[in-house]
């Protein structure tokens, strides 16, 4: 692929992880030599605050793009970990709701050279179906599903897959988001626990889909790393890390290879 791998990471429900992964995912595959941007489609801005970047200080944010008060290089904000397009709640005020859904599509259309400069791309969504979801969905390679290892976390997410297959407004689109490989990460996972156990195995053997092998183990330290604006990912000693670890090798190697390996099986982007 000689343009930039493009993961959504999503789930309608909140505090299962989204933000802290999209943050480690990218800062993990920086890591490993890769140029990655962040792009935070989800308001609250907490992409930003993860890198220790104070959103509303920033000249532009991405509702400004697509607003077209400016590129989508004007965006970029370079941090040391990854280069972030941050977001804030004033998108509220520049964006009408009910964007079409390929409006991020005619973005990068339009600016091919940020497609091209780098590896990957990362779009963290809110925690809704809503447009934005939309429109990071149908612009991506891989729709990323993050959810926190439990029974309820797990409720809804085949139906978020057929709302979102239903609302492709073209042919192209919607073929497009039906093949596209739809991994699932569990997160805040405790594996010694007699209830995490069981969740593992009821998980595993109703879940359709493709699940990985990396599972992101419970662990204050993401909750300090947020707080302090510093990606898991560099802080030692933890479980987190050595797992945000594994699944930025896994994305390196879906770049390199056109496959993303799960569990049980492998799907060719």
Same mark, same amino acid.
């Given at each position: 692929m000689n343009r930039a791998l493009i993961t959504c990471v999503a789930n309608n429900k !909140? !505090? %299962?992880?989204?933000?802290?992964?999209?943050i480690n995912l990218s800062a993990g595959l920086t890591a490993l030599g890769n140029k990655v941007l962040l792009i935070d489609l989800d308001a609250q801005g907490n992409c930003a605050y993860g890198l220790n970047i104070e959103p509303?200080?920033?000249? /532009?944010t991405i509702a400004d793009v697509f607003a077209k008060k400016c590129s989508l290089s004007d965006a970029i904000v370079r941090t040391k970990y990854l280069d972030l397009i941050p977001n804030n709640l004033y998108s509220y005020t520049k964006v009408k709701p009910g964007i079409p859904n390929n409006t991020l599509f005619n973005i990068f259309t339009a600016n091919p050279k940020v497609l091209t400069y780098y590896d990957h791309i990362v779009i963290?969504?809110?925690p809704s179906i809503d447009s934005m979801t939309f429109n990071a969905a149908f612009v991506s390679d891989i729709f990323l599903l993050v959810t926190e290892h439990s029974k309820f976390s797990m409720i809804g997410i085949d139906i978020l897959l057929e709302v979102l297959g239903k609302m492709a407004t073209t042919a192209e689109m919607k073929q497009k988001f039906a093949t596209m490989p739809k991994p699932i990460l569990f997160t805040m996972v405790d594996s010694r626990?007699? #209830? +995490? *156990?069981? %969740? &593992?195995? *009821?998980v595993e053997k109703t879940t359709t889909g493709l699940i990985l092998d990396e599972r992101i183990a419970r662990s204050i330290k993401v909750q300090e790393s947020l707080f302090e604006g510093v990606p898991v990912i /560099? *802080?030692?000693?933890?479980?987190?890390q050595? !797992?945000?670890k594994a699944l930025a090798k896994t994305f390196h190697n879906a770049k390199i290879t +056109?496959? #993303?390996? !799960?569990?049980? &099986?492998f799907i060719n982007l």
């Open positions: !909140g !505090g %299962v992880g989204k933000t802290t992964t999209s509303y200080e920033e000249a /532009h963290d969504t809110p626990s007699r #209830i +995490g *156990k069981m %969740v &593992q195995a *009821k /560099h *802080k030692s000693n933890n479980p987190a050595l !797992g945000y +056109g496959r #993303i390996n !799960g569990k049980t &099986q």
